[in-house]
């Protein structure tokens, strides 16, 4: 690490210590010599290097956060905040966290136990399906409110309603807003508490879109169904599926969301593509999985055939060795759960 003096005065046996309360990280060599530094000078600590060790269940692209404690003759001391990225992320990882807590795992972050499997279900009653059509009307976009079967929470906010508009979006709670020209995340310009699952300029041409509550399995299920894509024509089939939160858990009690794409064509080069990711209610921050066809660098592309799945639960959790206890609250690794008594070996 190298060091620059921006005051007017040296400072001699100058020295640095490495701190930090992440868990995730241990500190094999905290401390540094750098010397003497005079003004305008700098000084690194090659001779006593730091030295860190990341636990192996850390995911690529942690952020981890340290304090460098300096100190000097005659009583000379300040300290600098650092930030050190681990590891280089890649579509085979997990997006996120944002601000809120919220993660985007797809079907190709194999190596984590939160990655969906892509697992369509039809609810288009032309193809077999159970689903009731949503009344949606014109070309230019249109949205209907419904009551949802049980209450979801997103972004730790409760609603009983959501909003479905015929340019491949939903949003919780209710709204007006019908925009067909997407934009960015976040963004003003779309609905409170988004769920862009293919914002596009999209009309039915003999197409629909239908809902579905699926009992017995816990979740509602709204789908696209052979939509046109008023740019080029071409057919989009997708759907948004939420889970009740009441039986699929998460560490912040927010319901978790399933996107999934049985036809796909992201070819709106005129008007920047699709958008696709999720936004908080007051469209201040959330994930942007693509748009404009620029993608996050954890994301792959959408073709036929993708599942992607937001929650709050980390990937820093380990899944397998865990012993669970339903009255216990611990701290594990740095995060609080409500249960996890133990890690067995």
């Known amino acids: 690490m190298t060091l620059r003096n921006d005051g007017l005065a040296g400072v001699t046996g100058v020295q ?6 992440d868990l995730w990280f241990t500190i094999d060599q905290a401390v540094g010599s750098f010397g003497n ?30 304090t460098l404690e300096i100190t000097g003759d005659g009583g000379y001391e300040t300290s600098v905040p650092l930030v050190i990225d681990v590891g280089t992320t890649g579509t085979n990882d997990p997006m996120g966290p944002d601000e809120y807590g919220y993660f985007a795992y797809d079907n190709t972050d194999t190596g984590y136990d939160e990655a969906p499997s892509y697992n369509w279900i ?20 249109d949205v ?5 079967p049980f209450t979801f929470t997103y972004y730790g906010l409760e609603y009983g309603t959501i909003s479905i508009c015929s340019n491949g979006f939903a949003a919780l709670g209710e709204t007006w807003v019908s925009i067909a020209r997407n934009w960015g995340i976040p963004a003003a310009f779309g609905p409170d508490a988004m769920l862009a699952a293919f914002w ?23 789908e696209w169904s052979r939509y046109e894509n008023v740019y080029g024509g071409y057919e989009e089939t997708f759907q948004i599926v ?35 990711g999720i936004e908080e209610p007051g469209q201040w921050y959330g994930l942007e999985y693509t748009y404009a066809n620029h993608y996050a ?15 709050t639960d980390s990937p820093h959790l380990p899944a397998i060795g865990l012993q669970l206890d339903p009255d216990a609250t611990i701290y594990h690794r740095g995060e609080t759960l409500g249960y996890t008594a133990y890690v067995a070996n």
């Open 144 to 148: 209907d409110t419904l009551a949802l």
């Open 16 to 21: 640095a210590t490495l701190v930090s309360s």
């Open 37 to 66: 530094v005079g003004p305008g000078a700098t000084a690194s600590n090659s001779s006593s290097p730091f030295e860190i060790t990341a636990d192996a269940l850390l995911r690529d692209g942690y952020e981890g956060h340290f």
């Open 297 to 311: 660098p954890e994301a792959p592309s959408l073709i036929a055939g993708r599942a992607i799945k937001f929650t």
């Open 242 to 276: 939420l889970y009740d939160p009441a039986y699929y858990e998460t560490t912040t009690g927010d319901g978790e969301i399933l996107y999934q794409y049985k036809t796909v064509y992201n070819y709106d080069s005129s008007e920047n593509y699709a958008t696709v």
């Open 122 to 141: 039809e609810i288009d009653p032309t193809y077999g399906g159970s689903g009731t059509l949503v009344s949606l009307y014109g070309d230019e976009g």
């Open 200 to 222: 596009d300029n999209l009309r039915p041409d003999g197409g629909g879109v239908y809902t579905y509550y699926d009992s017995p399995n816990h979740r509602f299920i709204i």
